[in-house]
C-alpha cells in the first residue's frame, strides 16, 4: 500500500514537498516514479528514480523539481520548486514492489494547487 502526502495549495514561486511511503512485507523497491494528471489531460511522467540512484524528468520540471528516496524507510520524495499555475494537477506516486506480491502500485494521489 502506497500512501502519498504533502499536496497543498501555494503561489506560483512557492515549493512543496511532497512523500509516499510504502507499507507492508517489503523486499525492495525498484523504480519509484511521480506521475500527475491536470484536469482534462492524460497522466503524465513527472519524474523516476531507479534502485541505483538514476533519475529522469519530463522536461517541463527539469531544473524546479528534484526526486529521492530513503530505502530504509521505505519513501520517496518529490520536492516541488519555483511551483507555475500549470504544475496544478493531482500527483500520483508509483512504485515497483518486490514482496510477496510483487507489482506496480499507486498512490492515492495528492492535489497540488498553484495560484498565478
Known amino acids: 500500500q502506497l500512501q502519498a502526502s504533502g499536496g497543498g495549495l501555494v503561489q506560483a514561486g ?23 494528471q491536470a484536469p482534462g489531460k492524460q497522466r503524465e511522467l513527472v519524474a523516476r528514480i531507479t534502485s541505483g540512484g538514476s533519475t529522469n524528468y519530463a522536461d517541463s520540471v527539469k531544473g ?40 506496480n502500485y499507486w498512490g492515492q494521489g495528492t492535489l497540488v494547487t498553484v495560484s498565478s
Do not use: H
Not at 14 to 36: D, H, K, Q
Open 64 to 103: 524546479r523539481f528534484a526526486i529521492s528516496r530513503d530505502n530504509a524507510k521505505n519513501t520517496g520524495y518529490l520536492q516541488m520548486n519555483s511551483l507555475k499555475p500549470e504544475d496544478t494537477a493531482l500527483y500520483y506516486c508509483n512504485m515497483v514492489i518486490i514482496a510477496a506480491v510483487s507489482g
Open 14 to 36: 512557492g515549493s512543496l514537498r511532497l512523500s509516499c511511503a510504502a507499507s507492508g512485507s517489503i523486499f525492495s523497491i525498484s523504480t519509484m516514479g511521480w506521475y500527475r
